[in-house]
């Protein structure tokens, strides 16, 4: 079966602080997807990044960057010089190929970030 | 607007009623997945389909039921509703090629349901 955990449920940090946010995964699938979706206190999901199984560099945009480590499962998210704006909850989520049973979204419980000026 | 909408944004209803949710998928994607986010269970999956035909379920209820049409907008249908039922419904879409690339999902803004 499919899971995602994300042991931090909640972080508080203070502005310009870097945060990372950890992400660990199960699958027996070969083929796999991983994403990070960010959801503000508006309500909607916003999508970060995606990855497959088979691209293990790491990636970087703007203050963002991820960590993505096959050997031990886990797909960790960093955001470096934290802003106000960065506050909200953070989604990390799992999925086997779309349009197959194992298309959908496994997503984890979410860590809720809050940054203070 | 990030091409997946969802009617109607906001619904109130009473215990033991029933209500409709409609989603109308981004243009040219065939999969459409409806998700449940409530406050002690978080973003659950409920259902997929893709092309019309179910593709896989997740913890949707008995009381629940869905369907995708022939212009590939869906419904998801709630029945005898009851207070926790009150969440935050998201359904999503995304293109399956046949080479397997995941071109991703797209979310819609969600209809927040309060049962009272």
């Known amino acids: 079966a499919q899971k995602v955990t994300q042991a931090q449920t909640e972080i508080s940090v203070v502005e310009k602080e870097d945060v990372t946010l950890d992400c660990v995964y199960e699958?027996?699938?070969?083929?796999?997807?991983l994403f990070w979706y960010k959801q503000p206190p508006s309500g909607e999901l916003v999508f970060l990044i995606r990855r497959n199984s088979f691209d293990e560099q790491n990636e970087i945009s703007g203050r963002y960057s991820w960590n993505f480590q096959k050997s031990t499962s886990s797909f960790n998210f960093t955001i470096t010089a934290s802003q106000v704006v960065d506050s909200a909850v953070y989604f990390c989520?799992?999925?086997?190929?779309?349009?197959?049973?194992?298309?959908?979204?496994?997503f984890g419980k979410g860590t809720k970030l809050s940054v203070k000026p | 607007d990030s091409g997946v909408t969802q009617t109607p944004k906001h619904l109130i209803t009473a215990t033991g009623q029933r209500v409709t949710l409609r989603c109308s998928p981004r243009s040219g994607d065939l999969s459409v997945y409806w998700y449940q986010q409530s406050l002690d269970q978080g973003l659950q999956f409920l259902i997929q389909y893709y092309n019309g035909e179910e593709r896989a379920k997740g913890n949707i209820l008995e009381r629940f039921s869905a369907q995708q049409f022939p212009d590939l907008h869906s419904e998801l249908n709630l029945s005898s509703l009851e207070l926790g039922d009150s969440a935050l419904y998201f359904c999503?879409?995304?293109?399956?090629?046949?080479?397997?690339?995941?071109?991703?999902?797209?979310f819609g803004s969600g209809t927040r349901l309060t049962v009272v």
């Open positions: 699958t027996r699938d070969t083929t796999y997807y």
């Open positions: 999503a879409s995304s293109v399956a090629t046949s080479a397997g690339f995941h071109y991703g999902y797209t």
């Open positions: 989520a799992l999925s086997g190929l779309p349009g197959g049973s194992q298309g959908n979204l496994i």
